[in-house]
C-alpha cells in the first residue's frame, strides 16, 4: 500500500531527524522529512528528499549525503538503474544529474548542464530519459548506455500550442508528453527537434496533464485546472 509506505517513510524519517538532532551523530544534518519520490527494487526501499537519498533494508535506515558522494541533497526523482547503479535528478535551483553507487556510497558519473531543476528519469534499456527545466523552458533529454552512461541528446523544440511539459512516459517506440495544453506525441525513432514531428494524441483536447501511466494497453492520465 503506497499510502502506508509514505506514512512509514514520513515516520522513520521524522524519527531520525529528532534523534539525530539530539544525539549529534551526523556528519551532515539534513532534514528527510520532504519525500518527493520513491522506488523500491528487491526489497530495497528508495527515498529521493529534500535532504539527500533515504534508503530501507530490512526495516533498517540510513540516509546518504554529501558526506556519502551526493552531488547535493535536495532529490526531485530516482530511478534504479541496478542495486549498485542509482540515477538520480536534483530540485531547483541545482538541476544535477548523477549516477550513484548506493552499496559504497560513491558517485560514479555526474552530469551538470546548468538546469535549474530534474523533474523525472525513466530507464528503458540501454537509454534513460530526463524531463528538465531550465529557467523558463522546459525539454526532454536522451542519455544512452555504451560502457557507461553518455549525455546523447536534448529536445525542447514543441509545438507552439503545447505549452510545458509536466510528464513523460515512453511505450516501445513512442514519446508521450503530458504538458498544459494537452498530450503530444513522437516516435522516438524521428527528429524529435523539429516541432513538426509531435501530434496531438486527443484532437481538440488542451487540458493540463497533470500526469500519466500505461495500463492494460491503454493510457491512463490525469488533468489540473
Given amino acids: 500500500n503506497i499510502n502506508f509506505l509514505i506514512i512509514q517513510i514520513w515516520y522513520l524519517s521524522f524519527s531520525i531527524c529528532f534523534s539525530q538532532s539530539r544525539v549529534g551523530e551526523w556528519e551532515a544534518l539534513t532534514s528527510v522529512m520532504k519525500v518527493n519520490d520513491v522506488k523500491i527494487f528487491d526489497n530495497i526501499i528508495y527515498a529521493a528528499t529534500e535532504g539527500g537519498l533515504f534508503e530501507i533494508i530490512n526495516n533498517e535506515y540510513s540516509v546518504h549525503t554529501t558526506v556519502d558522494g551526493l552531488v547535493g541533497v535536495d532529490l526531485s526523482t530516482i530511478s534504479i538503474d541496478s542495486p549498485s547503479s542509482l540515477i538520480i535528478g536534483g530540485s531547483a535551483p541545482f538541476g544535477f544529474i548523477q549516477i550513484y553507487n548506493p552499496l559504497n556510497k560513491t558517485s560514479i558519473k555526474e552530469f551538470d548542464f546548468g538546469l535549474s531543476a530534474i523533474l523525472d528519469i525513466q530507464i528503458i534499456d540501454n537509454v534513460f530519459w530526463v524531463l528538465f527545466r531550465k529557467g523558463q523552458e522546459y525539454g526532454m533529454m536522451k542519455f544512452i548506455y555504451d560502457g557507461e552512461w553518455q549525455y546523447r541528446d536534448s529536445y ?20 508521450y508528453l503530458g504538458m498544459t495544453g494537452g498530450i503530444y506525441f ?30 492494460a494497453d491503454y493510457l491512463r492520465f490525469t488533468t489540473s485546472n
Avoid at 522516438?188 to 487540458?207: A, G, R
Fill in 186 to 215: 513522437a516516435n522516438i525513432n524521428q527528429n524529435m527537434k523539429d516541432p513538426t514531428s509531435w501530434s496531438q494524441l486527443i484532437s481538440n483536447f488542451s487540458y493540463n496533464v497533470s500526469s500519466m501511466d500505461l495500463d
Fill in 156 to 175: 525542447n523544440n514543441f509545438p507552439t500550442a503545447s505549452g510545458n511539459i509536466n510528464c513523460f512516459y515512453i511505450y516501445d517506440s513512442i514519446l
